[in-house]
């Protein structure tokens, strides 16, 4: 298979991290085989500085990437700035002829003013989830996802997030194994709970700032697989239901419900792929009442089924 050809969009100012992502990962100095040629392209070949004092050599200008398979812009700095035109045109015309093309945290924002994500979904840095919403009405913006991924065109949330991006494009290409071993050179996980496009990362909260209600996280992790109710759990923390619920709420951000489902389904991953428990045992272990209660709160909040996961995410171990 002859390489990838990926052109990174440059601009001058830019953010030394997001650039060094896509360099780095699609560098056959991590990953041992040369699997991308990549170029840096900019509006001007010729040297572009950062706000911190590094330097980026664009050789090319923006006619690398029409001939491009991936496209990606890591950056851009103003975001009510509109792009040059020149590099909205040069976007359309990639996506047009098939190039995959991929914004990470604020470079979302230029494939917005390039239009090429009307109608579809999208992630952004959530400190700009108001700015985007109200400059791309059109555009569906998925406020917990690490990355989407909609017919090609990939965007995802801020910094950190460019890595499980990056990592998702190169299992897209070649498979899980070299996702897996650059991952594990880079020493970052393979993936993270919303790491594929449709599955959203909700984290748990698992330590607040309220000490009754971290008692009763506590005991609610100790006590996963039993039933319980607002009563039970009120009496523990000495708290009447409805201050219980507004406790919670205020140090968590869920709802005692919402939380012990999230929890139950974090704990049903991890069984899901490390083990050949069936699937009714694992609903069992981590405290749904049924499998099929189970499978529909599964499929409800990741977007597959438990079987769909475990065949997926298992040779990530």
């Known amino acids: 298979m002859p390489p990838v050809n990926v052109a990174i969009v440059a601009v001058d100012g830019f953010s030394p991290f997001h650039y060094s992502v896509p360099c780095i990962l699609f560098d056959d100095t991590v990953s041992g085989e040369k699997r991308f040629n990549v170029t840096i392209c900019a509006e001007k070949p010729g040297l572009l500085t950062s706000r911190d004092g590094f330097a980026l050599n664009a050789t090319q200008d923006y006619s690398a990437i029409v001939q491009a398979d991936i496209v990606v812009v890591p950056y851009w700095q103003h975001v009510l ?138 005991y609610l992790q100790q006590h996963i697989t039993e039933p319980h109710n607002l009563d039970s759990l009120a009496e523990i923390v000495s708290m009447s239901r409805r201050t219980l619920t507004r406790h919670f709420m205020k140090a968590t951000g869920m709802s005692v419900a919402d939380w012990l489902t999230a929890e139950r389904l974090r704990r049903s991953q991890v069984l899901l792929e490390a083990g050949n428990l069936p699937i009714e045992s694992v609903a069992e272990q981590v405290g749904f009442v049924s499998a099929v209660t189970y499978r529909q709160q599964f499929k409800a909040r990741f977007g597959v089924s438990p079987a769909e996961w475990r065949k997926t995410f298992r040779t990530h171990l």
């Open 81 to 218: 700035e509109r792009p040059p035109q020149r590099l909205l045109e040069s976007l359309v015309q990639a996506r047009d002829k098939g190039a995959e093309i991929v914004g990470l945290c604020l470079g979302s924002f230029v494939l917005g003013y390039a239009g090429i994500l009307d109608g579809k979904r999208a992630a952004t840095h959530w400190e700009f989830e108001r700015q985007f919403a109200s400059q791309f009405p059109d555009v569906q913006l998925d406020i917990n996802a690490l990355y989407v991924d909609d017919d090609n065109i990939i965007t995802s949330a801020g910094t950190a997030a460019a890595l499980d991006c990056c990592l998702y494009i190169i299992r897209q290409r070649f498979g899980s194994v070299v996702a897996n071993q650059i991952a594990r050179r880079m020493i970052v996980p393979p993936h993270r709970e919303g790491g594929q496009a449709q599955f959203i990362a909700q984290p748990v909260p698992k330590d607040t700032r309220d000490a009754q209600i971290n008692c009763l996280i506590d």
